[in-house]
């Protein structure tokens, strides 16, 4: 192989980083949306499942932060930490809580799908906090407020339409809904309900990704950034537990081998573990809405393995509501890379003629000194 050939295949692969790194990331929530309805379906709450979660992630990560940022890790300060807290409120308490209390009211799928309108809640809070740059005049930014517009329009239609039911012949067999006190019955399943929880869990979670991106100018320790929001989540969703379910211990038994125990660990090492700190990484190179951009690849691995694992039923409006999210998500990507594509462009004539600005500028002054030169001789 040449040496061109060798630094061509180099760049390909530095290029394809991100988008491998954020594929790996859809695979892992894929699994644990599966993982997490099946516990909530064994009875499990979804307030100490939250707190498990980053206890965990919190556990397994701080070592590793510790030994391997210890030069690198910067000062804490007052607003460092304020914004710690704060991101330790949005994901890990709110939308933890309000993301799997809308999953008990709905399906894994459902529930997956309906955080498709998370890049587009993303790319609005982005453009609002300057994050992502945005102008109507340009055809980038055309397609990315269309495909927003479109993507929550999607959203709509997964919620309000129903339609006939696609019998997937593996779904048809059985139904694994145990009847415990904690869980919603086939019956009561109720999808507007849980897809207004979802959707205000998805806000919190925007919310969270362009928070993260701003701590992270300031604070670049990516693996301790994550310790301490998994710690700060911890304590308080240990709070809002103990407020909202007073005297129900009961909820806080976990053992070896139960569901509580391995959705816990899975989710806490692979959502907020390895998901805060890939997250981070993937967000100072392309940016909070990239992060995002391909949840309905996650929504696509759920609906397979629900199907298989959960005998979970589609119907035909949640079929069309989900291309409809995946048509209008799309847009938001190819907008956002036509407007860096253009902004690559403006920066690359800014630079061409500041260059040539002081090449003018550096002759000028050789062009003078010579003349003064000539007249003082």
Sequence with gaps: MSSNSKECLM??????????????????FGGS?????????????????????NLFA??????????????????????????????????????????YAGMKYTTATFATAMCNVLPAITFLLAWILRLENVNVWKVGSQAKIIGTIITLGGATIMTLVGGPTIGLPWTKHHNNVPTTTNVVSPNELNPLKGAIFITAGCFC???FYNLQAITLKNYQAGMSLTSLICMSGTLQGTALTLLVQRGNFGIWSIHWGSSLFYASLYCGIVNSGIGYYVSGLIMNEKGPVFVTAFNPLNMVIVAILGSF???????????????VIVVGLYLVIWGTSKDKISTKIVRT?????????????????????????????
Excluded: C
């Design 309 to 323: 694992i959960l005998s979970e039923q589609l119907n035909m409006g949640r079929v069309v509501g989900a291309a």
């Design 205 to 207: 979670w925007a919310f």
């Design 58 to 99: 919190a556990v397994v990560f701080a070592p590793f932060a510790a030994l391997l940022e210890r030069k690198i890790r910067p000062k804490m300060t007052l607003s460092i930490f304020w914004k710690i807290m704060l991101l330790g409120l949005l994901e890990p308490v709110i939308d933890q809580n309000l993301y």
């Design 11 to 28: 760049k390909n692969l530095k290029r394809s980083k991100p988008y491998l790194a954020v594929i790996f990331l859809q695979f892992g």
């Design 349 to 377: 004539n800014i630079e061409n003629v500041e260059s040539n600005n002081d090449k003018e500028l550096a002759e000028i002054k050789s062009s003078n000194q010579l003349v003064i030169g000539d007249e003082s001789v």
């Design 33 to 53: 949306a599966i993982i997490a309805k099946t516990a909530l379906n064994n009875g499990m709450s979804h307030y100490t499942f939250a707190v498990y979660r």
